[in-house]
């Protein structure tokens, strides 16, 4: 028994392995985190689409007015103005500014 434990104590033949299977996987791991980065950044960007697709819907209706013989209805009308934040390109994921802007030097 004494001389097992030696021979796996002075045994290096899965060393080397265990060594290239640590480089791999940081060499995976950091691939994966630099495409993950790159999908987090572009779902962001089409759900900004999304949203200003929405916010370019028109909801504006109108309907005159309608006179007859013994009654009359009044028109009416509802007009729909931009909100705030209904532009495109609100969300900025790449600027590395605070405030969202750029600096100009």
Do not use: P
Not at 50 to 63: D, L
Not at 90 to 102: F, H, Q, R
């Amino acid at each position: 028994m004494n001389t097992l434990f030696n021979q796996l104590y002075v045994d290096e033949a899965g060393f080397i392995v265990s060594a290239e299977l640590v480089l791999i996987a940081t060499i995976a791991v950091l691939g994966m985190l630099v495409g993950l980065s790159e999908v987090s950044f572009n779902i962001n960007k089409e759900l900004e689409d999304v949203g200003s697709a929405f916010g370019r819907i028109n909801q504006s209706f109108r309907y005159a007015s309608v006179c007859g013989h013994k009654g009359n209805i009044s028109g009416s009308r509802f007009r729909d103005r931009a909100d705030f934040c209904d532009d495109e390109c609100d969300i900025t994921c790449d600027s590395g500014d605070v405030y969202g802007e750029y600096q100009k030097w």
